[in-house]
């Protein structure tokens, strides 16, 4: 079991897979993060045309994808507002699967993941199913349980345009066994109301995410005032815990930055979290300097070491193999 008990270490997040060494969201980026040790692969799901969920970080796809190059899609180029943003792409949700499966990824960020360009143009975009799918096989070959953990993109804007993500979620991961409150799944979201419905049709684990700014875009749209700072208050945590196994937060909520980005103090959110049984898993733990902290330049390992040391339940990682080798975990 993967799943986090008193004196087990804290679970390796496979952020996008193992997105530091092969583009994200691919099976090559998931299946490498498993070979690496991994715990969890994590997916990012949004809706094709005819309602089958697949990985992308985006529903506009011209930064992950070759779509700009498909003169044949040309005319599918649009803008549309998502989440209250005004974006210009490509969007999955006017594909159908098979037209996507056309396509080829590409590196979100090659100016810093040259190497990784070097698989442009040679992966497709995965399902959900198919990333299921991988994980099974490579769960029987190494005899040990890998567990997904699939967030859901946008689930608000989706439910506007008819393709609500929730149900096919729930109904892919039934028909593939995963089932009950110690199931190897902790599923994901931005936005609450829609993890406050899904704990009425499931008993899968879920976690709330809080960003370090801003608010839950179904707050905004019901005209809620509440900020994402006052769910991680003593009594938001309370009310997360109704219908939440877990938080997934932004570091810097844990332990904030200078305006020089030095490391300040730690906060008490990682002991407020567990006094009232949440887990807390934390993101996005990168190698490259741009994303460090001053005090961890040219040291990836060594902000995983401080981490850990605050007793966080897991990590999100696009180096999985790098969290393998900190000494506190």
């Given at each position: 079991?993967?799943?986090?008990?008193?004196?087990?270490?804290?679970?390796?997040?496979?952020?996008?897979?193992?997105?530091?060494y092969?583009?994200?969201?691919?099976?090559?980026?998931?299946?490498?993060?498993?070979?690496?040790?991994?715990?969890?692969?994590?997916?990012?799901?949004?809706?094709?045309?005819?309602?089958?969920?697949?990985?992308?970080?985006?529903?506009?796809?011209?930064?992950?994808?070759?779509?700009?190059?498909?003169?044949?899609?040309?005319?599918?180029?649009?803008?549309?507002?998502?989440?209250?943003?005004?974006?210009?792409?490509?969007?999955?949700?006017d594909?159908?699967?098979?037209?996507?499966?056309?396509?080829?990824?590409?590196?979100?960020?090659?100016?810093?993941?040259?190497?990784?360009t070097?698989?442009?143009?040679?992966?497709?975009?995965?399902?959900?199913?198919?990333?299921?799918?991988?994980?099974?096989?490579?769960?029987?070959?190494?005899?040990?349980?890998?567990?997904?953990?699939?967030?859901?993109?946008?689930?608000?804007?989706?439910?506007s345009?008819?393709?609500?993500?929730?149900?096919p979620?729930?109904?892919?991961?039934?028909?593939?066994?995963?089932?009950?409150?110690?199931?190897?799944v902790?599923?994901?979201?931005?936005?609450?109301?829609?993890?406050?419905?899904?704990?009425?049709?499931?008993?899968?684990?879920?976690?709330?995410?809080?960003?370090?700014?801003?608010?839950?875009?179904?707050?905004?749209?019901?005209?809620?005032?509440?900020?994402?700072?006052?769910?991680?208050?003593?009594?938001g945590?309370?009310?997360?815990?109704?219908?939440?196994?877990?938080?997934?937060v932004?570091?810097?909520?844990?332990?904030?930055?200078?305006?020089?980005?030095?490391?300040?103090?730690?906060?008490?959110?990682?002991?407020?979290?567990?006094?009232?049984?949440?887990?807390?898993?934390?993101?996005?733990?990168?190698?490259?300097?741009?994303?460090?902290?001053?005090?961890?330049?040219?040291?990836?390992?060594?902000?995983?070491?401080?981490?850990?040391?605050?007793?966080?339940?897991?990590?999100?990682?696009?180096?999985?193999?790098?969290?393998?080798?900190?000494?506190?975990?």
């Amino acid at each position: 079991m993967v799943k986090n008990f008193p004196g087990t270490p804290p679970i390796i997040i496979a952020h996008r897979g193992a997105s530091g060494y092969r583009p994200e969201h691919t099976l090559a980026a998931y299946e490498l993060a498993i070979a690496l040790g991994c715990d969890y692969v994590e997916p990012d799901l949004v809706s094709t045309k005819d309602g089958v969920l697949i990985a992308r970080h985006e529903n506009e796809i011209s930064e992950t994808t070759n779509v700009a190059d498909r003169p044949e899609f040309a005319h599918l180029q649009t803008t549309k507002i998502i989440d209250g943003e005004s974006k210009t792409g490509w969007f999955t949700e006017d594909f159908t699967l098979a037209e996507l499966k056309t396509l080829r990824a590409k590196e979100r960020i090659p100016q810093l993941r040259q190497q990784n360009t070097a698989y442009d143009g040679l992966l497709e975009i995965p399902t959900l199913q198919e990333i299921i799918d991988l994980v099974k096989i490579r769960s029987t070959q190494s005899n040990r349980t890998i567990g997904i953990y699939p967030e859901t993109k946008h689930p608000t804007y989706f439910q506007s345009i008819g393709l609500s993500l929730e149900e096919p979620l729930l109904a892919t991961l039934q028909a593939n066994d995963y089932q009950g409150a110690n199931a190897p799944v902790f599923i994901q979201s931005f936005e609450v109301s829609n993890l406050q419905y899904l704990s009425t049709k499931t008993d899968l684990p879920l976690v709330q995410l809080i960003n370090a700014g801003g608010q839950p875009y179904d707050f905004v749209v019901n005209g809620n005032v509440r900020t994402y700072a006052d769910l991680i208050t003593t009594s938001g945590l309370a009310a997360i815990r109704k219908y939440a196994q877990a938080i997934g937060v932004h570091k810097n909520l844990l332990i904030p930055r200078d305006n020089t980005n030095k490391l300040l103090s730690p906060t008490s959110l990682v002991t407020d979290a567990h006094a009232v049984s949440l887990l807390v898993h934390v993101w996005t733990f990168r190698n490259e300097d741009i994303f460090l902290p001053l005090d961890f330049q040219g040291n990836p390992q060594g902000e995983y070491d401080l981490f850990f040391s605050l007793g966080i339940d897991g990590v999100f990682s696009d180096y999985p193999d790098t969290v393998k080798k900190s000494k506190n975990r």
